[in-house]
């Protein structure tokens, strides 16, 4: 079958296929459609391949949770072996294997770069979730992304060792450095805003939970304790109350406009004029991690530590969160650290190094 | 000057205002200047009222001795609005300041949920209506109450939750 052949008969079996996406398995599928292996016998059930569905939810900005993210274990493998052939025989055909991989290894990159940001966003417009699934699903996809940092720690070193082999290895690599760099930056984002993304539905699942409690209880008219709160806090609360009929006259009138004014003109000659409050948050900057001296890092770490985030914050040679962080994100691949399942206070998931 | 008496003349009607309504964001950025905040609350309380604002709204507030039937009005009314928002939160989940909410996808949602203390909580505050009113008049309570905003003049289905929403999140924090 050629590529045109197949795209008709994706467009001839639309809705057959459509369905099969939409409901996961068909009792029954028509001959070409096995054939083409687009569908595959699953026990009694037809279920569509793994392939395609992986195409349109990347296509259709769709991945799920159970996303594959992967790792370069293979890739890996076969770089080590062509590096260390080319380098014992200089023939060609290893040297363009090399080459190979490095862009097969850019498109994994690429690709699970956007499995990432999908997930994530379609973890946040889950809007009706439960939010005890959404926060299982984060942790799930923390989790994978964790083993990707530790991958991709891996390949970089693999990628600093060939750029030494060869001037054609490291042409190649120096074009691709700024993408690898967005893509590994981009994971600490990924990160942070998986972080963010759990503290903040963990909040939300404690809030939802007091705000059904406290209408039950007000419903079975138990809610004594709210009216004690209502009637302590009263006078920080009287803004729900309007110059309606039957209701409190608590907010002020037209009259109060003219001494409103002379009271504003008042204070304004009295007070000196304060600073004006800088509302303009910092940029942060992003810091080249090979500038700092991650060695002493790690030495100055041989006792352990309890919480490696916060490890660093206080460390003499980093100088802000942002330093921090990136280091933080740095040491997770290494083997000495365990992480928790809590967070500290600054959202950062608990990591003992030991 | 003449932004801080705009600002007054807003809260004097009772109006919360919230950094995500599309008709008060102007004095909610206004107010979240320290310094305005500041000069606003002290010269309102010269003249008997204080300003209060955090987590993007904003409100004035008085002290003073309430009558029995005032108490009642004033913690009903809290109470009603804590029921309607537990409604919301029931479908939405993770609804937020912000958000839009659609007066359709909601009734279909909650339509889908076949909840009994859904049920419960509507005919408590509005007593046996049908479903279509109930939940007309749901959106109309909290929209009457600055918690949602029509999001636009012409487009009678979309709301936008407003920060005022957070005054009774810290309400309910408080009761626990």
């Known amino acids: 079958m050629t590529h045109i052949e197949l795209i008709e008969q994706l467009y001839r079996y639309r809705d057959i296929i459509d369905r099969g996406y939409k409901e996961g398995e068909l009792d029954s599928v028509p001959k070409p459609l096995q054939e083409s292996t687009l569908f595959i016998k699953v026990g009694s059930k037809y279920r569509l391949n793994r392939s395609y569905i992986s195409f349109v939810n990347f296509a259709l900005d769709r991945v799920d949770y159970t996303v594959i993210f992967g790792d370069y274990e293979e890739e890996h493998r076969q770089i080590i072996i062509n590096k260390q052939r080319y380098e014992d025989t200089k023939k060609i055909q290893y040297h363009q294997k090399v080459i190979d991989l490095i862009n097969d290894i850019y498109l994994k990159f690429y690709y699970r770069d956007s499995q990432i940001n999908s997930a994530l966003k379609s973890l946040q417009r889950q809007d009706n979730e439960e939010l005890d699934i959404l926060i299982e699903s984060a942790n799930d996809i923390l989790k994978q992304i964790r083993e990707v940092v530790e991958a991709n720690s891996k390949i970089a070193n693999t990628f600093t060792q060939l750029k030494s082999v060869d001037i054609e290895f490291k042409k190649v690599l120096d074009e691709l450095d700024n993408d690898f760099f967005k893509f590994l930056k981009n994971i600490s984002y990924y990160i942070d805003r998986l972080n963010k993304f759990i503290i903040q539905t963990q909040t939300k699942r404690r809030l939802n939970r007091l705000f059904m409690q406290l209408s039950a209880d007000i419903l079975s008219e138990n809610d004594t304790y709210l009216d004690e709160i209502l009637m302590q806090y009263r006078e920080g609360l009287y803004h729900t109350v309007k110059r309606y009929k039957n209701q409190i006259k608590v907010l002020p009138t037209e009259d109060d406009l003219p001494l409103l004014k002379r009271s504003l003109k008042s204070l304004r000659l009295l007070k000196p004029k304060r600073e004006k409050a800088n509302t303009i948050l910092p940029t942060p900057q992003v810091k080249e991690l090979n500038l700092i001296d991650i060695k002493s890092i790690v030495a100055s770490l041989k006792t352990g530590c309890d919480d490696l985030y916060i490890y660093l914050l206080n460390h003499d040679i980093v100088k802000d969160e942002n330093e921090a962080f990136l280091i933080y994100l740095h040491l997770i691949s290494y083997p000495n650290v365990s992480f928790e399942r809590t967070f500290n206070r600054y959202n950062v998931r608990i990591t003992k190094w030991r | ?176």
């Open chain 2, 1 to 176: 000057m003449e932004m801080m008496i705009k600002s007054f003349e807003v809260l004097m009607k009772g109006i919360i205002v919230s950094i995500s309504s599309s008709k008060y964001r102007e004095i909610a950025h206004f107010l979240s200047i320290e310094e305005h905040f500041e000069e606003l609350d002290d010269t309102v309380q010269k003249i008997g009222y204080r300003l209060i604002g955090e987590n993007g709204y904003y409100y004035l507030a008085k002290t003073g001795r309430l009558d029995k039937e005032e108490i009642t009005n004033f913690v009903s009314s809290h109470k009603r609005i804590i029921v309607a928002i537990s409604i919301i939160k029931q479908i939405y989940p993770l609804i937020s300041p912000n958000d839009t909410i659609k007066q359709t996808s909601f009734t279909i949602e909650f339509n889908k949920k076949e909840d009994e203390t859904l049920l419960d909580k509507m005919e408590w505050l509005f007593g046996d209506i049908d479903r279509k009113k109930e939940i007309e008049e749901l959106f109309k309570l909290l929209e009457k109450n600055y918690i949602l905003e029509k999001f636009d003049i012409n487009d009678k289905d979309s709301y936008r939750v407003l920060n005022a929403v957070n005054y009774y999140v810290k309400i309910v924090e408080s009761a626990f």
